[in-house]
Protein backbone atom coordinates (compact mmCIF):
# COMPACT_ATOMS: atom_id res chain seq x y z
CA UNK A 1 0.00 0.00 0.00
CA UNK A 2 1.30 3.76 -0.66
CA UNK A 3 0.62 7.22 -0.07
CA UNK A 4 0.24 8.63 -3.77
CA UNK A 5 0.53 12.42 -4.35
CA UNK A 6 1.59 14.13 -8.00
CA UNK A 7 1.79 17.44 -9.42
CA UNK A 8 0.64 18.22 -13.09
CA UNK A 9 1.68 22.09 -14.44
CA UNK A 10 1.61 23.64 -17.82
CA UNK A 11 5.02 24.48 -18.10
CA UNK A 12 6.82 27.78 -19.18
CA UNK A 13 9.46 27.42 -22.00
CA UNK A 14 12.08 29.55 -19.65
CA UNK A 15 11.61 27.18 -16.79
CA UNK A 16 14.08 24.18 -16.56
CA UNK A 17 14.99 23.54 -13.27
CA UNK A 18 13.85 21.00 -10.81
CA UNK A 19 11.40 23.40 -9.57
CA UNK A 20 9.98 23.81 -12.25
CA UNK A 21 7.38 21.34 -11.20
CA UNK A 22 5.81 24.22 -9.36
CA UNK A 23 5.60 26.61 -12.80
CA UNK A 24 2.08 28.02 -13.63
CA UNK A 25 1.29 28.76 -10.02
CA UNK A 26 2.57 30.35 -7.00
CA UNK A 27 6.15 28.54 -6.18
CA UNK A 28 5.88 29.29 -2.48
CA UNK A 29 2.10 28.37 -2.24
CA UNK A 30 2.79 25.35 -4.13
CA UNK A 31 6.16 23.74 -2.59
CA UNK A 32 3.79 24.56 0.76
CA UNK A 33 0.98 22.67 -0.72
CA UNK A 34 3.76 19.84 -2.03
CA UNK A 35 5.04 20.05 1.82
CA UNK A 36 1.94 19.20 3.54
CA UNK A 37 0.87 16.80 1.25
CA UNK A 38 4.24 14.46 1.71
CA UNK A 39 3.31 15.03 5.48
CA UNK A 40 -0.16 13.89 5.47
CA UNK A 41 0.63 10.74 2.91
CA UNK A 42 3.72 9.86 5.38
CA UNK A 43 1.39 8.47 7.79
CA UNK A 44 0.07 6.19 4.79
CA UNK A 45 3.34 4.80 4.21
CA UNK A 46 6.32 4.98 6.80
CA UNK A 47 8.47 2.71 5.60
CA UNK A 48 9.91 4.43 1.92
CA UNK A 49 9.31 7.38 0.49
CA UNK A 50 10.72 8.79 -3.15
CA UNK A 51 10.36 11.16 -6.15
CA UNK A 52 10.41 11.84 -9.53
CA UNK A 53 9.95 14.58 -11.70
CA UNK A 54 9.21 14.64 -15.58
CA UNK A 55 9.33 17.46 -17.94
CA UNK A 56 7.56 17.49 -20.97
CA UNK A 57 6.97 20.28 -23.45
CA UNK A 58 3.51 21.63 -22.24
CA UNK A 59 3.72 20.11 -18.75
CA UNK A 60 5.69 19.30 -15.94
CA UNK A 61 4.85 16.21 -13.63
CA UNK A 62 6.42 15.38 -10.39
CA UNK A 63 5.31 12.02 -8.86
CA UNK A 64 5.67 11.25 -5.18
CA UNK A 65 4.87 7.75 -3.02
CA UNK A 66 5.01 6.76 0.80
CA UNK A 67 4.78 3.34 0.78
CA UNK A 68 3.78 0.73 3.96
CA UNK A 69 5.31 -2.96 2.90
CA UNK A 70 2.86 -5.14 3.03
CA UNK A 71 3.78 -7.31 -0.58
CA UNK A 72 6.97 -9.05 -2.06
CA UNK A 73 10.14 -10.15 0.53
CA UNK A 74 11.41 -6.66 0.66
CA UNK A 75 9.82 -3.26 0.87
CA UNK A 76 10.01 -1.57 -3.04
CA UNK A 77 10.73 1.77 -2.75
CA UNK A 78 8.09 4.00 -5.18
CA UNK A 79 7.39 5.64 -7.57
CA UNK A 80 8.68 2.56 -9.92
CA UNK A 81 10.41 3.45 -13.10
CA UNK A 82 10.38 1.03 -16.27
CA UNK A 83 14.32 1.26 -16.99
CA UNK A 84 13.79 0.66 -20.88
CA UNK A 85 10.65 3.55 -21.45
CA UNK A 86 11.01 5.59 -18.29
CA UNK A 87 7.99 4.92 -17.65
CA UNK A 88 6.82 5.77 -14.17
CA UNK A 89 3.94 4.05 -11.73
CA UNK A 90 2.75 4.81 -8.15
CA UNK A 91 0.61 2.03 -6.89
CA UNK A 92 -0.98 2.06 -4.23
CA UNK A 93 -2.94 -1.39 -4.60
CA UNK A 94 -3.04 -5.15 -4.22
CA UNK A 95 -3.63 -8.08 -7.54
CA UNK A 96 -5.28 -11.00 -5.75
CA UNK A 97 -6.22 -12.44 -9.09
CA UNK A 98 -5.66 -11.96 -12.54
CA UNK A 99 -1.99 -12.10 -12.73
CA UNK A 100 0.78 -14.37 -11.48
CA UNK A 101 2.64 -12.84 -8.76
CA UNK A 102 4.30 -15.32 -6.80
CA UNK A 103 6.42 -13.97 -3.88
CA UNK A 104 7.05 -10.62 -5.85
CA UNK A 105 5.79 -7.58 -5.23
CA UNK A 106 2.61 -6.52 -7.23
CA UNK A 107 3.66 -3.28 -8.16
CA UNK A 108 6.87 -4.58 -9.88
CA UNK A 109 5.25 -7.33 -11.97
CA UNK A 110 2.26 -5.21 -12.87
CA UNK A 111 4.32 -2.24 -14.32
CA UNK A 112 6.72 -5.66 -15.85
CA UNK A 113 3.44 -6.71 -17.57
CA UNK A 114 2.31 -3.02 -18.64
CA UNK A 115 5.57 -2.73 -20.66
CA UNK A 116 5.23 -6.29 -22.35
CA UNK A 117 1.15 -5.49 -23.35
CA UNK A 118 3.05 -1.78 -24.70
CA UNK A 119 5.11 -3.39 -26.86
CA UNK A 120 1.90 -5.18 -28.47
CA UNK A 121 -0.69 -2.93 -27.81
CA UNK A 122 0.50 0.59 -27.80
CA UNK A 123 -2.67 2.87 -27.64
CA UNK A 124 -4.43 0.48 -25.14
CA UNK A 125 -2.11 -1.90 -22.95
CA UNK A 126 -3.34 0.24 -19.83
CA UNK A 127 -6.81 -0.80 -20.32
CA UNK A 128 -5.58 -4.13 -21.19
CA UNK A 129 -3.68 -4.50 -18.06
CA UNK A 130 -6.53 -3.52 -15.58
CA UNK A 131 -9.52 -5.30 -17.53
CA UNK A 132 -7.06 -7.78 -16.32
CA UNK A 133 -6.76 -8.00 -12.70
CA UNK A 134 -8.73 -8.24 -9.66
CA UNK A 135 -7.95 -6.19 -6.65
CA UNK A 136 -8.62 -2.87 -4.57
CA UNK A 137 -6.25 -0.67 -5.96
CA UNK A 138 -5.69 3.65 -7.19
CA UNK A 139 -2.66 4.42 -9.27
CA UNK A 140 -0.95 7.12 -11.16
CA UNK A 141 1.02 5.90 -14.44
CA UNK A 142 2.77 8.28 -16.59
CA UNK A 143 3.90 7.02 -19.93
CA UNK A 144 6.44 9.06 -20.45
CA UNK A 145 7.22 8.39 -24.34
CA UNK A 146 3.46 8.70 -25.44
CA UNK A 147 3.41 11.93 -22.85
CA UNK A 148 0.22 10.15 -21.11
CA UNK A 149 -0.59 10.54 -17.38
CA UNK A 150 -3.05 7.73 -16.49
CA UNK A 151 -4.87 7.63 -13.35
CA UNK A 152 -7.56 5.53 -11.54
CA UNK A 153 -9.32 4.05 -8.60
CA UNK A 154 -10.68 0.47 -9.15
CA UNK A 155 -14.21 -0.43 -9.97
CA UNK A 156 -15.63 -0.40 -6.67
CA UNK A 157 -13.77 2.63 -5.51
CA UNK A 158 -11.97 0.07 -2.66
CA UNK A 159 -9.05 2.75 -2.46
CA UNK A 160 -8.89 7.05 -2.17
CA UNK A 161 -7.84 9.22 -4.94
CA UNK A 162 -8.47 12.49 -4.63
CA UNK A 163 -8.40 15.70 -7.47
CA UNK A 164 -7.83 19.08 -6.89
CA UNK A 165 -7.34 22.12 -9.57
CA UNK A 166 -5.86 25.86 -9.17
CA UNK A 167 -6.32 28.25 -11.60
CA UNK A 168 -7.19 26.13 -14.48
CA UNK A 169 -3.02 25.55 -14.36
CA UNK A 170 -1.94 22.98 -11.55
CA UNK A 171 -3.57 19.56 -10.90
CA UNK A 172 -3.10 18.12 -7.81
CA UNK A 173 -3.69 14.26 -7.25
CA UNK A 174 -3.10 12.68 -3.86
CA UNK A 175 -4.74 9.45 -1.72
CA UNK A 176 -5.64 12.12 1.02
CA UNK A 177 -6.21 15.70 1.39
CA UNK A 178 -3.18 18.10 2.22
CA UNK A 179 -5.07 18.65 5.46
CA UNK A 180 -5.39 22.46 4.68
CA UNK A 181 -8.74 23.43 6.53
CA UNK A 182 -10.29 26.83 6.29
CA UNK A 183 -10.63 27.18 10.24
CA UNK A 184 -12.70 30.98 9.86
CA UNK A 185 -15.24 30.06 7.05
CA UNK A 186 -15.35 25.97 9.33
CA UNK A 187 -15.47 25.04 5.30
CA UNK A 188 -13.43 21.99 3.54
CA UNK A 189 -10.82 23.04 0.77
CA UNK A 190 -11.28 22.28 -2.87
CA UNK A 191 -10.45 18.75 -3.31
CA UNK A 192 -12.76 16.09 -4.66
CA UNK A 193 -13.25 12.27 -4.73
CA UNK A 194 -11.55 10.91 -8.28
CA UNK A 195 -14.88 8.79 -9.58
CA UNK A 196 -14.45 5.54 -9.35
CA UNK A 197 -15.96 2.66 -12.28
CA UNK A 198 -13.63 4.61 -15.04
CA UNK A 199 -10.38 4.91 -16.08
CA UNK A 200 -8.58 8.09 -16.93
CA UNK A 201 -5.81 9.53 -19.25
CA UNK A 202 -4.36 13.20 -19.16
CA UNK A 203 -2.97 13.81 -22.80
CA UNK A 204 0.45 15.77 -21.89
CA UNK A 205 0.88 16.94 -25.29
CA UNK A 206 -1.21 19.29 -25.52
CA UNK A 207 -2.34 20.35 -21.95
CA UNK A 208 -4.37 23.49 -21.64
CA UNK A 209 -6.63 25.18 -19.68
CA UNK A 210 -10.35 23.70 -20.23
CA UNK A 211 -14.06 24.70 -19.62
CA UNK A 212 -14.77 21.14 -18.59
CA UNK A 213 -16.16 21.55 -14.81
CA UNK A 214 -14.45 18.08 -13.72
CA UNK A 215 -11.06 18.60 -15.52
CA UNK A 216 -10.08 22.38 -15.54
CA UNK A 217 -6.41 21.04 -17.42
CA UNK A 218 -6.81 18.82 -20.13
CA UNK A 219 -7.63 17.04 -22.06
CA UNK A 220 -8.59 14.07 -20.46
CA UNK A 221 -10.09 10.86 -21.87
CA UNK A 222 -12.58 8.98 -19.50
CA UNK A 223 -12.88 5.13 -19.95
CA UNK A 224 -16.32 4.05 -18.44
CA UNK A 225 -16.28 0.20 -16.78
CA UNK A 226 -19.53 -1.78 -17.71
CA UNK A 227 -21.22 -4.44 -17.60
CA UNK A 228 -21.03 -7.21 -20.30
CA UNK A 229 -24.52 -6.77 -21.84
CA UNK A 230 -23.12 -6.95 -25.12
CA UNK A 231 -22.62 -10.82 -27.05
CA UNK A 232 -19.48 -12.62 -25.93
CA UNK A 233 -19.72 -14.98 -28.47
CA UNK A 234 -19.27 -12.19 -31.43
CA UNK A 235 -15.80 -12.15 -32.92
CA UNK A 236 -14.87 -8.14 -31.89
CA UNK A 237 -12.00 -6.81 -33.06
CA UNK A 238 -11.00 -4.46 -30.44
CA UNK A 239 -9.70 -1.13 -31.72
CA UNK A 240 -8.63 2.45 -29.24
CA UNK A 241 -12.37 3.75 -31.01
CA UNK A 242 -13.80 0.98 -28.95
CA UNK A 243 -11.75 0.27 -26.14
CA UNK A 244 -14.44 1.10 -23.92
CA UNK A 245 -15.28 -2.67 -24.23
CA UNK A 246 -12.20 -3.78 -22.58
CA UNK A 247 -13.45 -3.01 -19.50
CA UNK A 248 -15.75 -5.57 -18.44
CA UNK A 249 -17.31 -5.70 -15.12
CA UNK A 250 -16.44 -9.31 -13.38
CA UNK A 251 -19.53 -9.61 -12.24
CA UNK A 252 -23.26 -8.85 -13.34
CA UNK A 253 -26.01 -7.02 -12.71
CA UNK A 254 -28.00 -7.89 -9.77
CA UNK A 255 -30.37 -10.92 -11.05
CA UNK A 256 -34.38 -9.99 -10.11
CA UNK A 257 -35.16 -13.69 -10.04
CA UNK A 258 -36.93 -14.67 -6.86
CA UNK A 259 -36.38 -18.45 -6.95
CA UNK A 260 -38.49 -21.31 -8.49
CA UNK A 261 -39.39 -22.34 -5.03
CA UNK A 262 -40.97 -18.50 -3.85
CA UNK A 263 -42.24 -17.57 -7.05
CA UNK A 264 -45.55 -18.81 -6.37
CA UNK A 265 -45.72 -18.24 -2.46
CA UNK A 266 -48.28 -15.86 -0.84
CA UNK A 267 -45.90 -12.63 0.54
CA UNK A 268 -47.80 -11.55 3.03
CA UNK A 269 -47.70 -15.37 4.78
CA UNK A 270 -45.15 -15.34 7.71
CA UNK A 271 -42.40 -17.72 7.42
CA UNK A 272 -42.13 -20.51 9.79
CA UNK A 273 -39.03 -22.56 11.30
CA UNK A 274 -35.45 -21.24 12.65
CA UNK A 275 -31.96 -21.34 10.91
CA UNK A 276 -31.69 -24.66 12.78
CA UNK A 277 -34.19 -25.95 10.55
CA UNK A 278 -32.66 -24.20 7.04
CA UNK A 279 -29.41 -25.40 7.06
CA UNK A 280 -30.61 -28.74 6.86
CA UNK A 281 -32.92 -27.96 4.30
CA UNK A 282 -31.44 -29.39 0.64
CA UNK A 283 -33.11 -26.06 -0.79
CA UNK A 284 -30.51 -24.02 1.15
CA UNK A 285 -27.21 -26.19 1.61
CA UNK A 286 -25.90 -25.77 -1.77
CA UNK A 287 -26.28 -21.80 -1.25
CA UNK A 288 -24.57 -21.83 2.22
CA UNK A 289 -21.82 -24.63 1.00
CA UNK A 290 -21.38 -21.82 -2.10
CA UNK A 291 -21.08 -18.57 0.34
CA UNK A 292 -18.77 -20.33 2.80
CA UNK A 293 -15.96 -21.39 -0.49
CA UNK A 294 -16.26 -18.10 -1.74
CA UNK A 295 -15.45 -16.23 1.03
CA UNK A 296 -12.68 -18.28 2.23
CA UNK A 297 -11.39 -18.11 -1.09
CA UNK A 298 -11.24 -14.17 -0.80
CA UNK A 299 -10.06 -14.35 2.72
CA UNK A 300 -7.15 -16.56 1.86
CA UNK A 301 -6.07 -14.24 -1.14
CA UNK A 302 -6.42 -11.50 1.33
CA UNK A 303 -4.41 -12.78 4.04
CA UNK A 304 -1.58 -15.87 2.58
CA UNK A 305 0.95 -12.76 0.94
CA UNK A 306 1.14 -10.38 3.85
CA UNK A 307 4.81 -10.18 5.22
CA UNK A 308 5.64 -10.76 8.85
CA UNK A 309 7.49 -7.20 9.45
CA UNK A 310 8.97 -9.05 12.82
CA UNK A 311 5.51 -9.20 14.51
CA UNK A 312 3.67 -12.48 15.65
CA UNK A 313 0.07 -10.65 14.26
CA UNK A 314 -0.05 -10.33 10.53
CA UNK A 315 -4.34 -9.83 10.99
CA UNK A 316 -6.64 -8.33 12.51
CA UNK A 317 -10.23 -7.61 12.30
CA UNK A 318 -12.59 -4.79 13.30
CA UNK A 319 -15.06 -6.17 15.49
CA UNK A 320 -18.22 -5.82 17.19
CA UNK A 321 -19.67 -9.12 17.29
CA UNK A 322 -22.07 -8.41 14.43
CA UNK A 323 -22.51 -11.49 12.47
CA UNK A 324 -20.86 -9.64 9.21
CA UNK A 325 -17.04 -9.26 10.94
CA UNK A 326 -17.10 -12.50 13.14
CA UNK A 327 -17.65 -14.79 10.50
CA UNK A 328 -14.77 -13.08 8.63
CA UNK A 329 -12.90 -14.28 11.76
CA UNK A 330 -13.81 -17.89 12.12
CA UNK A 331 -13.48 -18.37 8.41
CA UNK A 332 -9.88 -17.46 8.85
CA UNK A 333 -9.21 -19.59 11.64
CA UNK A 334 -9.00 -22.13 9.79
CA UNK A 335 -6.68 -20.52 7.01
CA UNK A 336 -3.80 -18.77 9.03
CA UNK A 337 -1.05 -21.00 10.58
CA UNK A 338 -2.37 -21.94 14.16
CA UNK A 339 0.88 -19.94 16.07
CA UNK A 340 -0.45 -16.69 14.68
CA UNK A 341 -2.84 -15.07 16.76
CA UNK A 342 -5.88 -13.23 15.44
CA UNK A 343 -6.47 -9.34 16.78
CA UNK A 344 -9.82 -8.44 17.17
CA UNK A 345 -10.50 -4.73 17.93
CA UNK A 346 -13.30 -3.31 19.33
CA UNK A 347 -14.06 0.39 20.02
CA UNK A 348 -16.51 1.85 22.61
CA UNK A 349 -16.81 5.63 23.27
CA UNK A 350 -17.27 7.42 26.00
CA UNK A 351 -20.55 9.91 25.11
CA UNK A 352 -21.00 12.32 27.54
CA UNK A 353 -24.99 12.60 26.41
CA UNK A 354 -25.83 9.30 27.30
CA UNK A 355 -23.78 9.32 30.38
CA UNK A 356 -25.93 12.25 31.49
CA UNK A 357 -29.20 10.21 30.74
CA UNK A 358 -28.24 7.74 33.05
CA UNK A 359 -28.40 7.92 36.73
CA UNK A 360 -26.26 6.06 38.70
CA UNK A 361 -26.77 5.60 42.74
CA UNK A 362 -24.78 8.31 45.14
CA UNK A 363 -21.57 6.46 45.70
CA UNK A 364 -21.33 4.14 42.54
CA UNK A 365 -17.56 5.48 41.92
CA UNK A 366 -16.70 1.51 41.53
CA UNK A 367 -18.41 0.92 38.23
CA UNK A 368 -17.80 4.28 36.66
CA UNK A 369 -15.04 3.25 34.36
CA UNK A 370 -16.80 0.16 32.72
CA UNK A 371 -20.10 2.01 32.48
CA UNK A 372 -18.98 4.64 30.47
CA UNK A 373 -17.63 1.97 28.17
CA UNK A 374 -20.62 -0.25 28.54
CA UNK A 375 -21.87 0.33 25.11
CA UNK A 376 -23.75 -1.86 22.70
CA UNK A 377 -20.84 -2.93 20.40
CA UNK A 378 -18.83 -3.80 24.04
CA UNK A 379 -21.64 -6.10 24.71
CA UNK A 380 -21.79 -7.92 21.54
CA UNK A 381 -18.06 -7.69 20.78
CA UNK A 382 -17.04 -9.98 24.33
CA UNK A 383 -19.92 -12.41 23.43
CA UNK A 384 -18.89 -12.61 20.06
CA UNK A 385 -15.19 -13.20 21.50
CA UNK A 386 -16.31 -16.30 23.60
CA UNK A 387 -18.09 -17.89 21.04
CA UNK A 388 -14.83 -17.83 18.68
CA UNK A 389 -13.34 -19.09 21.74
CA UNK A 390 -15.72 -21.80 22.36
CA UNK A 391 -14.79 -22.63 18.55
CA UNK A 392 -11.35 -22.67 18.02
CA UNK A 393 -10.08 -23.06 21.49
CA UNK A 394 -6.21 -23.23 20.61
CA UNK A 395 -6.42 -19.79 18.63
CA UNK A 396 -5.03 -16.77 20.17
CA UNK A 397 -7.87 -14.67 19.95
CA UNK A 398 -6.74 -11.37 21.12
CA UNK A 399 -9.56 -9.16 21.93
CA UNK A 400 -8.30 -5.59 22.27
CA UNK A 401 -10.80 -2.61 24.28
CA UNK A 402 -10.36 0.33 22.29
CA UNK A 403 -12.02 2.89 25.13
CA UNK A 404 -12.19 6.41 23.46
CA UNK A 405 -12.24 8.96 26.71
CA UNK A 406 -14.37 12.42 25.31
CA UNK A 407 -10.80 14.18 26.12
CA UNK A 408 -9.67 12.07 23.08
CA UNK A 409 -12.72 12.33 21.16
CA UNK A 410 -12.15 16.65 21.22
CA UNK A 411 -8.18 16.16 20.89
CA UNK A 412 -8.54 14.03 17.10
CA UNK A 413 -11.26 15.50 16.02
CA UNK A 414 -10.15 17.96 14.20
CA UNK A 415 -7.02 15.84 12.84
CA UNK A 416 -10.03 12.92 11.48
CA UNK A 417 -12.46 15.80 9.97
CA UNK A 418 -9.25 16.87 7.63
CA UNK A 419 -9.02 12.88 6.36
CA UNK A 420 -12.61 12.61 5.82
CA UNK A 421 -12.57 15.61 2.86
CA UNK A 422 -14.35 16.05 0.98
CA UNK A 423 -16.73 13.75 2.87
CA UNK A 424 -18.23 16.28 5.37
CA UNK A 425 -21.29 15.34 7.41
CA UNK A 426 -22.54 14.37 10.50
CA UNK A 427 -22.70 10.57 9.74
CA UNK A 428 -19.09 10.80 8.08
CA UNK A 429 -17.54 12.23 11.16
CA UNK A 430 -19.40 9.66 13.56
CA UNK A 431 -18.17 6.49 11.73
CA UNK A 432 -15.01 8.06 10.48
CA UNK A 433 -14.52 8.99 14.48
CA UNK A 434 -14.89 5.17 15.27
CA UNK A 435 -13.19 3.38 12.29
CA UNK A 436 -9.89 5.73 12.81
CA UNK A 437 -9.72 4.96 16.47
CA UNK A 438 -10.73 1.55 16.12
CA UNK A 439 -7.92 0.82 13.64
CA UNK A 440 -5.44 2.86 15.40
CA UNK A 441 -5.38 -0.37 17.89
CA UNK A 442 -4.46 1.52 21.21
CA UNK A 443 -6.53 0.10 23.61
CA UNK A 444 -6.61 -3.05 26.22
CA UNK A 445 -5.77 -6.82 25.94
CA UNK A 446 -8.38 -9.39 27.50
CA UNK A 447 -6.89 -12.31 27.24
CA UNK A 448 -8.87 -14.66 29.42
CA UNK A 449 -12.55 -15.51 28.75
CA UNK A 450 -12.93 -16.52 31.92
CA UNK A 451 -11.27 -13.27 34.09
CA UNK A 452 -12.32 -10.73 31.82
CA UNK A 453 -11.18 -7.63 34.61
CA UNK A 454 -7.62 -8.88 33.56
CA UNK A 455 -6.35 -6.06 31.21
CA UNK A 456 -3.18 -5.33 29.83
CA UNK A 457 -2.44 -2.00 27.49
CA UNK A 458 -1.87 -2.96 24.02
CA UNK A 459 -0.80 -1.68 20.59
CA UNK A 460 -2.37 -3.92 17.44
CA UNK A 461 0.50 -5.21 15.37
CA UNK A 462 -1.80 -6.37 12.45
CA UNK A 463 -0.98 -3.98 9.52
CA UNK A 464 -3.37 -5.52 7.29
CA UNK A 465 -7.24 -5.37 9.13
CA UNK A 466 -10.25 -7.27 7.53
CA UNK A 467 -13.59 -5.41 7.66
CA UNK A 468 -16.98 -6.52 7.00
CA UNK A 469 -18.44 -3.68 4.86
CA UNK A 470 -20.16 -4.64 1.13
CA UNK A 471 -22.53 -7.51 2.85
CA UNK A 472 -25.03 -5.12 3.73
CA UNK A 473 -25.58 -3.87 0.59
CA UNK A 474 -25.42 -7.10 -1.42
CA UNK A 475 -27.71 -8.99 1.67
CA UNK A 476 -30.19 -6.42 2.76
CA UNK A 477 -28.99 -5.81 5.85
CA UNK A 478 -29.89 -1.85 5.65
CA UNK A 479 -33.05 -0.92 7.39
CA UNK A 480 -34.33 0.67 3.55
CA UNK A 481 -34.47 -2.85 2.25
CA UNK A 482 -36.90 -4.06 5.05
CA UNK A 483 -38.82 -0.43 4.12
CA UNK A 484 -39.02 -1.93 -0.04
CA UNK A 485 -40.38 -5.12 1.20
CA UNK A 486 -42.67 -3.38 3.38
CA UNK A 487 -43.73 -0.74 0.19
CA UNK A 488 -43.63 -3.55 -3.07
CA UNK A 489 -42.88 -7.40 -1.87
CA UNK A 490 -40.10 -9.05 -3.75
CA UNK A 491 -40.22 -6.23 -6.79
CA UNK A 492 -39.29 -3.26 -4.67
CA UNK A 493 -36.70 -4.96 -2.68
CA UNK A 494 -35.18 -6.58 -5.71
CA UNK A 495 -34.78 -3.28 -7.39
CA UNK A 496 -33.69 -1.51 -3.84
CA UNK A 497 -30.67 -4.25 -3.61
CA UNK A 498 -29.50 -3.37 -7.57
CA UNK A 499 -29.58 0.30 -6.50
CA UNK A 500 -27.10 -0.32 -3.33
CA UNK A 501 -24.86 -2.56 -5.41
CA UNK A 502 -24.92 -0.12 -8.58
CA UNK A 503 -23.56 2.87 -6.07
CA UNK A 504 -21.63 0.76 -4.11
CA UNK A 505 -18.73 2.76 -6.06
CA UNK A 506 -19.65 6.09 -5.58
CA UNK A 507 -20.29 5.77 -1.30
CA UNK A 508 -17.85 6.08 1.33
CA UNK A 509 -14.85 3.28 0.61
CA UNK A 510 -12.45 5.91 -0.26
CA UNK A 511 -13.30 7.95 3.22
CA UNK A 512 -12.84 4.44 4.87
CA UNK A 513 -9.19 4.02 3.28
CA UNK A 514 -7.89 7.69 3.87
CA UNK A 515 -9.43 6.68 7.78
CA UNK A 516 -7.65 3.71 8.20
CA UNK A 517 -4.31 4.53 6.49
CA UNK A 518 -3.89 7.20 8.52
CA UNK A 519 -3.14 4.75 10.90
CA UNK A 520 -0.85 2.76 8.53
CA UNK A 521 -3.12 -0.12 8.20
CA UNK A 522 -4.22 -1.33 4.96
CA UNK A 523 -8.24 -2.08 5.18
CA UNK A 524 -9.15 -5.07 3.17
CA UNK A 525 -13.41 -6.27 2.05
CA UNK A 526 -13.55 -9.93 0.93
CA UNK A 527 -17.68 -9.25 0.78
CA UNK A 528 -16.33 -6.95 -1.99
CA UNK A 529 -13.57 -9.62 -3.83
CA UNK A 530 -14.69 -9.82 -7.36
CA UNK A 531 -15.83 -13.83 -6.97
CA UNK A 532 -18.12 -13.16 -3.74
CA UNK A 533 -19.86 -10.01 -5.74
CA UNK A 534 -20.27 -12.08 -8.65
CA UNK A 535 -21.92 -15.22 -6.64
CA UNK A 536 -24.34 -13.15 -4.90
CA UNK A 537 -25.31 -10.81 -8.16
CA UNK A 538 -26.13 -14.33 -9.60
CA UNK A 539 -28.33 -16.16 -7.02
CA UNK A 540 -31.75 -15.56 -6.50
CA UNK A 541 -32.95 -12.98 -4.91
CA UNK A 542 -35.11 -14.62 -2.07
CA UNK A 543 -31.88 -17.49 -1.26
CA UNK A 544 -30.42 -13.77 -0.10
CA UNK A 545 -33.09 -12.62 2.20
CA UNK A 546 -36.48 -12.96 2.83
CA UNK A 547 -38.12 -10.41 4.87
CA UNK A 548 -40.91 -12.41 5.69
CA UNK A 549 -38.64 -13.86 8.51
CA UNK A 550 -37.97 -11.28 11.63
CA UNK A 551 -35.66 -8.81 12.22
CA UNK A 552 -32.55 -10.51 12.91
CA UNK A 553 -33.15 -13.29 10.55
CA UNK A 554 -35.01 -12.33 6.97
CA UNK A 555 -32.09 -9.75 6.12
CA UNK A 556 -28.94 -10.94 5.12
CA UNK A 557 -30.32 -14.92 5.35
CA UNK A 558 -27.82 -16.30 3.72
CA UNK A 559 -25.08 -15.14 5.98
CA UNK A 560 -26.71 -15.85 9.07
CA UNK A 561 -27.33 -19.26 7.77
CA UNK A 562 -23.48 -19.93 6.99
CA UNK A 563 -22.72 -18.31 10.55
CA UNK A 564 -24.84 -20.90 12.39
CA UNK A 565 -23.64 -23.76 10.66
CA UNK A 566 -20.48 -22.87 11.75
CA UNK A 567 -20.92 -22.24 15.35
CA UNK A 568 -22.04 -18.69 15.67
CA UNK A 569 -25.48 -19.57 16.80
CA UNK A 570 -26.02 -16.17 18.96
CA UNK A 571 -24.14 -14.22 16.38
CA UNK A 572 -25.99 -14.99 13.92
CA UNK A 573 -29.45 -13.54 15.41
CA UNK A 574 -28.21 -10.34 16.02
CA UNK A 575 -30.05 -7.11 14.22
CA UNK A 576 -27.84 -4.77 12.33
CA UNK A 577 -26.30 -2.06 13.88
CA UNK A 578 -24.80 1.39 12.59
CA UNK A 579 -21.38 1.71 13.87
CA UNK A 580 -21.84 4.79 15.24
CA UNK A 581 -24.79 3.77 17.38
CA UNK A 582 -22.90 0.31 18.87
CA UNK A 583 -19.80 2.37 19.47
CA UNK A 584 -21.97 5.63 20.68
CA UNK A 585 -20.12 7.95 18.66
CA UNK A 586 -23.00 9.31 17.06
CA UNK A 587 -24.76 12.59 19.23
CA UNK A 588 -21.77 13.10 21.64
CA UNK A 589 -22.85 16.74 22.28
CA UNK A 590 -26.65 17.34 21.27
CA UNK A 591 -29.75 15.31 19.32
CA UNK A 592 -30.23 18.00 17.07
CA UNK A 593 -28.08 16.96 14.56
CA UNK A 594 -28.86 14.56 11.86
CA UNK A 595 -26.70 12.64 10.19
CA UNK A 596 -26.60 14.22 6.91
CA UNK A 597 -26.09 17.72 8.13
CA UNK A 598 -23.13 19.37 6.49
CA UNK A 599 -20.15 19.14 9.51
CA UNK A 600 -19.98 23.27 8.89
CA UNK A 601 -23.32 24.09 10.36
CA UNK A 602 -23.88 20.86 12.67
CA UNK A 603 -24.09 21.91 16.51
CA UNK A 604 -20.86 20.55 17.50
CA UNK A 605 -17.28 21.26 18.65
CA UNK A 606 -14.69 21.06 15.81
CA UNK A 607 -11.92 21.52 18.31
Known amino acids: MCGIQVLVTLSEPQLSSDDSATAGTDNKACSEMWARLTAANSRRGPDAHSERISLHSSAHVRLGAHVLHLRGPRTQVQP???????DILCW????????????NNDGVVLLEKMQQLKRHYPTDYVLRMFSGIE????????DYEQQKLWFARDYLGRRSLLTKFIDNRTLLISSVADLEFERESNRCSDWTELPAQRIYCLDLVNLQSTEDKMFSLGPVVQYKWHYNDFDTHASREVTIDNANDLLVLPFGRVTQDIGKDLANTDV???MVGDMADLIGDPEWIPFIDRLEHELTTAIKARVETIPANGQDSRVGVLFSGGVDCITIAVLLTAILPRSE????????FENPRQLRLQKPKMGDIAVKSSRHYDVPDRKTGRQGWEELCKIDPTREWRFIEVDVPYSQVQEYRTHIRQLLIPSDTVMDMSIGMAIWFASRGIGNLISNVQNQSQRVEYVGR???????MGADEQLGGYSRHRTAWDRG???????EIELDVSRIATRNLGRDDRIISDNAKEARFPFLAANVVRFLSEIPLGRKMDMRYPRGMGEKLLLRLLAYRLGLVQASALAKRAIQFGARTAKMESTQSRGQDPLSSASISSK
Open 341 to 348: PIELFNVA
Open 489 to 495: NWLALGQ
Open 135 to 142: GPYAFVYL
Open 268 to 270: HDP
Open 80 to 86: IVAQDTG
Open 462 to 468: ARVLLLG
Open 92 to 103: NGEVFDGLDIGD
